[in-house]
């Protein structure tokens, strides 16, 4: 019976502010970066390898610390522990990770407690894929409802979704799981691209990378706007351009407006035809996204990137605060929260469409979409998920997405394993990388001045 | 012109889980624990003394070491400011503390790096207020409409409080400060205790201690509920026995409910004519909240020791979700955000009510309710502070409360410094206490395992 011996966590951070890579209205100069942590065991994967999991959650930079320094904290939980008995009881563990009294003050459920909860559990969902040779999507649509809904935490939700009622939804859609599997195998998961908007990107920089979205076969791209009104109706107007009138042209605002700016701003780019106006506001907002809604409608209003919990996914939709629900893999509780979210937004067809990019995103939601069309909503209509071409080569069972769609994963586990090579070279402060950056570039050298003291 | 010239950050942890105080449904074992900032200078206070600012935000234990680390990292930025036009700027120096984009990927303004921001900038209010000699509710009223309000965080609100409806609201109050503030010199800021009824504690000592309340002149008497409804009911009737039918009563079930259950138990104790559930189900749960209180009434909601910002108490007064805002001045990002929640309650008529207990939140939130009275909402009608007695001795002007109501603050600052022997005795894990506490009772040890690596 393998046991997790130790866990190793790790602050690893990519320069992608040198590229303006990631640049939007409100994060002008990401470094992007993964807490990373590995569950390590004295056990055997069905291949003959020693069997580990590996989790991350992605932030982008300053205070990656933070939060692995809270992951290390929430992981010796798990050490000692038997595997199989752990992937027998994925919601019994995450409720452990959860109940711990004195951490809780610190969310709850919310902020670096949160993010770090997310890595140390997607490493025990690498794990548990892993330890049966499956990927995790598959670990999770082989499962009764009854076994699913377990995973699943419900707490908080009962009034907008009994247990039973959660049950009989996932059992709705048993029939018809082999043939969605057969579909997704021949078509994959379709996806759009934001590679192409950074703000920080050039006005010929924007309409080459549209056209390549197009000579790709996307039918979806994403512009970041909120800097300046009109900067954005230039930027829309080669989007569009570019793009034609039967692709659709979505837009991120990064949370910059108040309220009313938000359905002011969005309006004046309607001319463009826009599919949703992603985080109009504070993500916090629940009523203030209810009122944009009404105001910009027909455009949806999309939001969850930031969306600490399924509390807060909960009054999204009770509310009718939003038409597009873009769940975060490295922000939510990992799998069992995800699982949760997939379920109420099921319950009030809100189409899931994941946040990706960042470090990892993109290798962790192409399961959840997988899993959300083979068990939980039954459809792909109206659902893209996102994508963005960078990072990727630091993992060693990468994404891969061909003519605009994600292709099934069919590795183990949850694909968040990054090479050793990759850690070496972009672990803080003392990787490769960082080690021969010096000098008034690093964008990190404020944590190193010595006028802080007490530090033990 | 003094400079802040460096920064000192402690995690100072008392052992209270040994006593069970402050056991709730929720929080079954906290050690209650700060992590405290000084911000030293090279100048000299009106009264002679080294002129230094001290805050601190309040945990229950664990992770309180993440909070410092994260504290650390906020607090660098004020190194090297003049302390006069930092004084004469606090709401710019907040837009510059929650401005860092990539701090702000791990909240925004939530969790971990809120409750840090809210210790830094405690610290750097105290330093202001000894900076001219005045307690920081005097600092604060002292100012002009215009000042006070482009103090406060007023981003993302307005919708519902535009900056014109601030300056004005404040403005309507400006005629009578003199009189309120002579009135809190007579009579103090009425408070309720919750020392009597924590969850931990037997019939016996609950009777004693509310008989005491009694003797001691409170009108409120605070119980927590929530972990069995036979032991709830046995323990309303005896404080409701001891406090006779005219002094109000409360019960408090720190988030252990989900919405129809909190209904229901609330319901099953309605007899016992309590003035408010408070914290009934998750903090994030505005919603819920709102038809909770549709559920209970007449019996009233109270919430905010965990509304992590202004922008949920904007939503909780904008869904009409409560009826007292216990706002928590360790959460929120100090007086800054704390004067924009004042400004929204006094907006929407809900009086202000905060949380306290912990360790030094009796200390800050003195100030706040003088402030709300003398400032702000300008009146006491219907208000009442909380007040726990204990762990006062570790600071170096404790609050003083007699008659059942908090003494006006005199002495220049927040009243946030502690005795540096209490840092001595109880900074974790090295003070001299934690030093000769070992073996299988400390409720800590967990951290110290062995088998986490990657720490550096």
Redesign the interface.
């Known amino acids: 019976m393998p046991q997790i ?6 602050d690893v951070r990519f320069p992608t502010s040198l590229t303006a890579d990631g640049s939007d209205a ?6 992007y970066s993964a807490a990373y942590v590995v569950l390590r065991t004295d056990g055997t994967a069905p291949d003959g390898a020693p069997l580990a999991g590996f989790g991350l959650t992605f ?5 990656n ?6 992951a ?2 929430q ?3 798990l ?2 522990r038997d595997v199989e008995e752990m992937a027998a009881d994925m919601g019994g563990v995450y409720r452990d990770l959860t109940s ?16 770090s909860l997310s890595a140390v559990m997607n490493a025990a969902w690498d794990l548990a894929g892993r330890l049966v040779g499956k990927p995790v999507w598959r670990l999770l649509a082989d499962m009764t409802p009854e076994q699913l809904v377990d995973v699943a935490d419900l ?5 907008a979704l009994p247990r039973e009622e959660a049950v009989a939804l996932l059992r709705a859609k048993e029939a018809g799981k082999a043939e969605r599997i057969a579909e997704l195998e021949a078509t994959g998961y379709p996806c759009y691209t934001t590679s192409a908007g950074w703000l920080g990107y050039s006005d010929e920089k924007l309409r080459r990378l549209c056209q390549e979205a197009v000579d790709e076969g996307y039918q979806h791209v994403k512009l970041k706007v909120g800097a300046s009104l009109e900067d954005d109706v230039r930027r829309c107007a080669i989007a569009r351009d570019v793009i034609g009138p039967d692709r659709a042209l979505m837009i991120d605002a990064n ?1 910059v407006w ?4 938000a359905i002011e701003w969005t309006t004046a780019l309607a001319r463009f035809d826009l599919l949703w106006i992603e985080e109009p ?8 996204h209810a ?1 944009i809604k009404r105001g910009v409608a027909p455009i949806g209003v999309a939001t969850g990137e ?1 969306a ?2 399924r ?2 996914f ?2 999204f939709m ?2 009718g605060a939003i038409d597009f629900c873009q769940l975060d893999a490295g922000r939510l509780g990992s799998l069992n929260e995800i699982v949760a979210v997939l379920l109420l937004a099921a319950k009030f067809d809100v189409p899931v469409c994941p946040h990706a990019g960042g470090v990892g995103l993109c290798e962790m939601v192409q399961h959840v979409s997988m899993l959300d069309f083979v068990a939980v909503s039954g459809t792909r209509e109206g659902r893209v998920t996102e994508f963005v071409d960078h990072l990727h080569e630091h993992f060693t069972d990468p994404c891969v997405v061909t003519d605009a769609a994600y292709v099934l994963p069919s590795r183990p586990g949850y694909s968040t394993e990054m090479h050793p090579a990759s850690i070496a070279e972009f672990r803080f402060p ?1 990787g490769a990388y960082w080690t021969r950056r010096t000098g008034p570039g690093v ?1 990190t050298e ?2 190193r ?1 010595p ?6």
């Open positions: 011996t130790s866990v190793e966590v790790e409100m994060n002008k100069d990401g470094d932030t982008t930079g300053r205070g610390d933070i939060v692995a320094h809270a290390r904290q992981a010796v939980h050490v000692g711990d009294a004195q951490i809780r003050w610190l969310g709850p459920e919310k902020g670096v407690v949160h993010l707490r908080y939700l009962s009034d949370q108040d309220v009313d700016q506001t504070s993500p916090d907002d629940v009523l203030g009122a930031h600490h919990n509390v807060m909960k009054q009770q509310a003392d964008a404020r944590e001045r006028s802080v003291t007490g530090d033990r």
